[in-house]
Every structure is written in structure tokens, then in C-alpha cells.
């Protein structure tokens, strides 16, 4: 049994290198891959990582961009929460009574949930861009929809791992299943959704930065500007804020699940 | 008895509730968005021809239907896959040469049996390169990439790399942070050398764990690298936003449908896979 694991693995090992060696032949290594000023760019924007630009202006610019992503980012989140509960509760099929319609409704609604975290926001914005317009909402929807889809898929299967028995229990003082889902399974699996929630929130401000390629401000809208204009140093101190935001939020999502963990 | 709610959660929750309704308020009311102006008629009438032009209603030459069309977008799919597996292999090699010192109880001389005065030093230097890898989104990392590189596939994997090398340097150290450093103190004490601590103690321990954090990187990145593609870094993004400029709708289409069969294959491989590595 031993040899034969031994055996599975080594053979795994070798399809994956195998793998990633197909996947290197892709490239056309003989022309050169580099710009023929490809070095010094790099030396140049390396160099202006220990020099951001920290004039007032650009400080202030800087400032209230990022209020702009974590706004964008987080009615973005509050709307994929309110669609992941609704969502993630149906696709859980705990609401449904029969065994042939519970599979029927988690079928289906798992089928949406993944359609709609199976696009990467960005093409949602371009879509929603290209169908009505600049409008803040285009970046909400945007954030929404994805994250709605993976945040609910998640609760529904927490909701599915909560332990029979004191549903069971719940049950047979004759809740109905309205009941169940509100004293049973919700406050069971509130603490763990509480968590992934701020875990995904961390990812949402990213998201949001990047929501501005399409148009719609934010810091990387500003670090787009400053790279077309080889500005390297103002496209760092872009940088540092979005670094220090996606920290400042990590470290408090953090603290919060080592508080709910006790 | 009720237990008492830490001061820390309440205030935490109060200011969720606060950034939340400021938020919304900013959206707005100084943004000025407004649903209503959203479903006017006139973006009504866009919308509907945006979609009909996805669906080739009325059009001469529907990409989809189309033979070469076709075999075009499977080319750039087998670019795409090509790039998304480069993208993982270059951040597994980086995370295998950086995760062994970044992880905490290698660093304080625990599991090794052994301090020595740098070992801090290089466990902040490199937790730190992790979170800047981390908190750039890879968009980010691919604009600034592709002022280095020629475009091509090459620049959007190393994007990507870029910002999955962190991701995967934090999961996979905090593995070996878990692991039992019983067997692995015994080794220590028995005499074998960093090296064979490495092989014979850590690796087999860890593996399928890492294994499984790269799987599900693949899948998050396979989803990627569309949008890589957009600021010309190869793949089915560079042709989406081609065509996305040049109005041919239902080229979009045909991509879409690409790129979604990738992501499922991907999602199912990575969640197959966990029962194999298992």
C-alpha cells in the first residue's frame, strides 16, 4: 500500500513538471523576451519603490482614492452579503421538504451560484460598462455579483456540514422549517460566516482597486494614469496606500476571528 | 448566563455599520448615483442592442458559428491554459525557495533545533516581500510588467506570479507552522543536516497540504488570467478587449464561452484533485 502511494505521488510529481514544461514552451524564448530597454525600465521603477512621490497633492489624491475603493468595496460587499444569504440559504436546500425538490433546488441554485462567480468581476464591469454607462453602480453590481456567488456557495455548504442532531431535536418539538433555519442552522454557522465574510472582504478591496481600469476612479485608475505617464514614483505612493489599506483591513479581519474563536 | 460581548466586537461591529451607511451614502448621495436614472429608457436601448449584439441577432458574420473563428479561440484557450500553468509554476518554485525560513517556528529555532541570529531577520524580510506581493492586485503587477517584457504570454504569467507567490507563501507557511515538530525535533537531535531535515521531515508532511493550496491558486489564477490579458499580457483577455474595441459582440461571446469551459474544467480538476491528493 505503502509503495504503491509512494508510487502515485512520484508519478504525480513528474505530470506536473511535465506540465509546467509544456506550458514554457509557449513562450518564443529565441526572439528575446524583454524590451531592449526592458533592464533599465526595471532598474528605474525599482529605484522609485525608496522615492514615492510625497507631495501634498498627490498625498491628497492618493487619500481620497482609496476612500473611493474601500466605498466601492464595501457596498459592494454589504450587497453580496445580503445575495450570498439569500442565495447560499436556497442552494443549501434546507427550506425544501421533499428529497426530490431538495435536490432539484440545490441543483439549480448551485448552477446560478456558480455562473456567477465563474466570471471575474472585471469582465462583470465591462459588461455592466458596456450596457449602461459610467455609474458607480456598475462597480457595485460588479463586486457584488462574483462575490455574492462565492460567499454563498460557501454558506451553503456550511449550512450543510451544521450537525443533524439538534435540528433533530428542533424538529421534534415541531418547528417548522422557517424555525429551524432561524434557531438551528443560523446561529450555528454565524460565527464561521462572520469570518469568511471579512476574509473575502480583504479580497474586495483589491477587486475594487482594479474596478477602475474599466473607467470607473479608484486608486488603480490614478496608478494607471501615473504608469502612462512613467511617473514611477507617484505609481508607488498609489502603492503603499492600497498596501497599507489591504493591511489595515487584514489586521482587523483578523483580531475579529481570533475574538470570535474564544 | 449571557456572556458578556467583548468590547472589541462591538465596537467593530458599530463601525462595520458606520463605513457601510457612509459608504452607501457617498455612492449616493455625492456621487449621485441613482437607480432609477439606471433603467431609463435610453440604457434600456443600449442594453438590449449590447445583448442582441452578443447573441449575433441580425448580423452578417457570427464568430461562433463560425469554423476558424473557432479554432482560433482554441489556440488562445491552449495559450490561456499554457499561461495559467506557467503562472503557478514560477510561484511554487519562488514559494518552495522562500516558505522554510518564512515560517515562524523555523525562525525562533523550534522545529530545527537550532538559532542562529539572522533567522529573524530573514523571516521579516521575506513575510514582509509577501504581503507587498499579496496586496497588488495582479492587474497591477501586469501593467507594470508589461514595461518589461515583450507582450506575450510570458508577462501576464509573471504577473500573476507575482501576486500568487505571497498568497501561497502565507497558506503554505502557516502549514508548516501546524505541523508536529515532534518527528522532526527527532531527526534534529539524531544528527541529520538541514538538508535531510528538509527532505525526510518537512516536505513529506507538508506536501499534500501544499498541494492542495497550489490546486486552488491554479483555479483562482485560471480565472485571472482573462483580466491580465486586458493590459496586453496575452491570452484570451488581449483578444476580449480587441474585440471588445473593435465592436465585434459576438467574438465576445465566443470567448466568454472559452473562457468559462476553462474555468470549469479548472474547477473541477482542483476539486477532484483534493480527493486524489488525499
Request: charged residues 15%; proline residues 3%.
Amino acid at each position: 500500500m505503502l509503495s504503491f502511494d509512494l508510487h502515485k505521488r512520484k508519478f504525480l510529481t513528474v505530470f506536473l513538471l511535465l506540465l509546467f514544461a509544456w506550458s514554457l514552451m509557449g513562450v518564443n524564448w529565441q526572439e528575446g523576451v524583454m524590451h531592449s530597454s526592458g533592464i533599465s525600465t526595471a532598474g528605474e521603477i525599482f529605484a522609485a519603490m525608496f522615492t514615492p512621490d510625497l507631495s501634498m497633492d498627490i498625498l491628497l489624491l492618493a487619500a481620497e482614492s482609496s476612500w473611493l475603493t474601500l466605498a466601492y468595496a464595501t457596498a459592494g460587499m454589504s450587497l453580496a452579503l445580503i445575495l450570498a444569504l439569500i442565495f447560499g440559504i436556497l442552494a443549501s436546500g434546507v427550506l425544501s421538504s421533499g428529497k426530490r425538490s431538495r435536490t432539484l433546488m440545490k441543483g439549480s441554485f448551485r448552477g446560478v451560484l456558480g455562473f456567477m462567480r465563474a466570471i471575474h468581476e472585471l469582465v462583470w464591469a465591462w459588461l455592466f460598462v458596456a450596457s449602461f454607462g459610467l455609474s458607480p453602480y456598475a462597480a457595485i453590481f460588479a463586486l457584488a455579483i462574483p462575490y455574492g456567488g462565492i460567499l454563498g456557495r460557501i454558506f451553503a455548504d456550511m449550512i450543510n456540514d451544521v450537525p443533524e442532531e439538534p435540528i433533530k431535536a428542533l424538529r421534534a418539538t415541531g418547528a417548522s422549517r422557517l424555525q429551524c433555519l432561524f434557531y438551528g442552522y443560523l446561529p450555528s454557522v454565524k460565527n464561521s460566516m462572520i469570518s469568511y465574510t471579512m476574509y473575502r472582504y480583504e479580497c474586495a478591496v483589491r477587486s475594487s482597486a482594479i474596478m477602475s481600469f474599466v473607467g470607473l476612479g479608484g486608486l488603480g485608475y490614478q496608478i494607471q494614469l501615473s504608469l502612462d505617464d512613467l511617473h514611477y514614483d507617484e505609481v508607488w505612493t498609489f502603492l503603499y496606500f492600497l498596501i497599507i489599506l489591504v493591511v489595515i483591513i487584514d489586521g482587523w479581519s483578523n483580531m475579529l476571528r481570533r475574538r470570535m474563536a474564544q | 448566563m449571557k456572556k458578556r460581548r467583548s468590547p472589541f466586537l462591538t465596537f467593530s461591529f458599530y463601525a462595520f455599520l458606520l463605513l457601510i451607511a457612509s459608504s452607501w451614502y457617498f455612492v449616493i448621495g455625492i456621487k449621485n448615483a441613482s437607480l432609477t436614472e439606471l433603467f431609463s429608457k435610453e440604457n434600456l436601448e443600449y442594453a438590449t442592442k449590447f445583448f442582441k449584439g452578443l447573441l449575433g441577432v441580425g448580423q452578417e458574420e457570427i464568430a461562433f458559428l463560425n469554423r476558424d473563428s473557432w479554432s482560433d479561440a482554441f489556440k488562445l484557450t491552449v495559450e490561456t491554459l499554457q499561461m495559467s500553468i506557467m503562472a503557478i509554476g514560477f510561484s511554487t518554485i519562488v514559494m518552495f525557495l522562500t516558505v522554510i525560513p518564512a515560517a515562524r517556528n523555523v525562525a525562533d529555532g523550534t522545529l530545527t533545533l537550532s538559532r542562529r541570529w539572522y533567522r529573524w531577520f530573514v523571516f521579516g524580510l521575506i513575510r514582509v516581500s509577501y504581503i507587498f506581493s499579496r496586496a497588488i492586485p495582479e492587474l497591477v503587477w501586469a501593467m507594470i510588467v508589461i514595461f518589461i517584457f515583450k507582450p506575450g504570454i510570458l508577462p501576464g504569467a509573471i504577473a500573476l506570479a507575482l501576486h500568487n507567490f505571497g498568497i501561497l507563501g502565507k497558506l503554505c507557511a502557516e502549514v508548516i507552522e501546524d505541523t508536529d515538530s515532534r518527528p522532526i525535533r527527532n531527526l534534529a537531535s539524531a544528527g541529520a543536516n538541514r538538508a535531510q531535515i528538509l527532505m525526510y521531515g518537512v516536505f513529506p508532511t507538508v506536501l499534500p497540504q501544499f498541494l492542495t493550496y497550489i490546486l486552488y491558486r491554479w483555479e483562482v489564477i485560471m480565472r485571472t488570467t482573462i483580466v491580465v490579458g486586458f493590459v496586453g499580457a496575452g491570452g484570451l483577455g488581449q483578444e476580449f478587449k480587441l474585440s471588445m474595441s473593435f465592436f465585434h459582440y459576438t467574438e465576445i461571446t465566443l470567448l466568454l464561452i472559452c473562457y468559462l469551459i476553462l474555468v470549469i474544467i479548472a474547477d473541477y480538476i482542483s476539486e477532484k484533485s483534493r480527493f486524489f491528493v488525499k
